[in-house]
């Protein structure tokens, strides 16, 4: 007779899986369990539990005279095997379901009085695993089999989430408008370069002080910032305010683009400019893309088309 079931465990950090177990019941009685997995077997074996440490609770029976109720009992496993591993044993298998693979922590084994031992295996963070617990007796009269498995717990620690790094702040003065935050921003990557341009200043009827940009050449890690040069009267410019940034690279130049529209004192858009910058970090003075011809402009954005068939 094999005895054995499955337990799923879905991994969300590094972690050490720790194959310690719970206790045999011997008896016919019922074992008050709250949020408990199972692992039953019929027989003079009775009713076996095992017990997901810091996620399942147990409400143990106490047992005078069984090795799983001595209060000086480490956690781990516990063999009772009067026969040879020929006949009889205890197991234990680690299935890596993401990748495939299957370890064996626990390899065939049969002891007598050897005590509690622990096993553990390692785990990958991000994967599910199916952990099989199993004790294997081959019902021979007069050397009955068990292994009590007492906890089987994750050691080990999630590292936190990344912290929010800043990548601009505004350095504007403009008492109608507000300064505490970013608005309607847009990134654009290629390779390992990001380029973000945000609304800085903005007037809440429509419009910004400025666009700003914020560039990292490391995917990221580090960032630089600054402003578009000569589109704002706020920044050496003509027109009153700016609104809707757009980010872009076009491959073909080597160039990036950061464009937007103008706004004025009226709050109607006047134009679209460009600022161009082979790096994203130095950027020109505005390219008019489109002029004023008395429409209200909004929303436009710029892309390029960068596949390497492109006929542009």
């Not at 690279?249 to 460009?274: C, E, M, Q």
Request: glycine residues 10%; contains cysteine.
């Amino acid at each position: 007779m094999t005895i054995g079931r499955r337990l799923l465990l879905r991994l969300a950090g590094p972690a050490a899986l720790g194959i310690t177990v719970v206790a045999v019941v011997h008896g016919t009685f019922t074992l008050p369990i709250r949020l408990t997995l199972l692992l039953c077997w019929w027989g003079s074996w009775g009713l076996a539990v095992i017990q997901v440490a810091a996620t399942l609770a147990l409400l143990e029976r106490n047992l005078p005279g069984r090795p799983e109720n001595s209060s000086a009992r480490p956690s781990g496993f516990y063999v009772t095997c009067p026969d040879t591993v020929t006949y009889d044993w205890a197991t234990a298998t680690l299935k890596d379901n993401t990748g495939g693979t299957t370890s064996t922590p626990l390899d065939k084994t049969c002891t007598n009085g050897a005590g509690w031992k622990q096993i553990t295996a390692a785990v990958t963070a991000g994967r599910s695993y199916t952990l099989t617990l199993s004790s294997h007796d081959d019902n021979y009269a007069g050397d009955a089999t068990y292994t009590l498995y007492d906890d089987v717990t994750l050691s080990g620690s999630t590292p936190p989430p990344p912290g929010l790094t800043q990548i601009s702040s505004d350095p504007y003065s403009t008492a109608s408008t507000q300064h505490t935050t970013a608005a309607a921003p847009d990134t654009f990557a290629w390779s390992n370069t990001m380029v973000a341009a945000t609304q800085v200043g903005r007037y809440s009827d429509g419009g910004a002080d400025n666009i700003g940009w914020a560039t990292s050449a490391d995917s990221g890690t580090t960032w630089q910032q600054g402003f578009l040069p000569g589109i704002t009267t706020a920044a050496s410019g003509q027109r009153a305010r700016v609104s809707d940034p757009s980010a872009a690279y076009d491959a073909k130049h080597g160039t990036w683009l950061a464009s937007g529209l103008f706004i004025d004192s009226a709050v109607n858009g006047r134009g679209v400019p460009s600022s161009r910058s082979a790096d994203g970090l130095t950027w020109s003075n505005p390219v008019i893309a489109a002029r004023n011809n008395s429409a209200s402009y909004d929303k436009e954005w710029i892309a390029c088309d960068n596949t390497a068939s492109s006929p542009h």
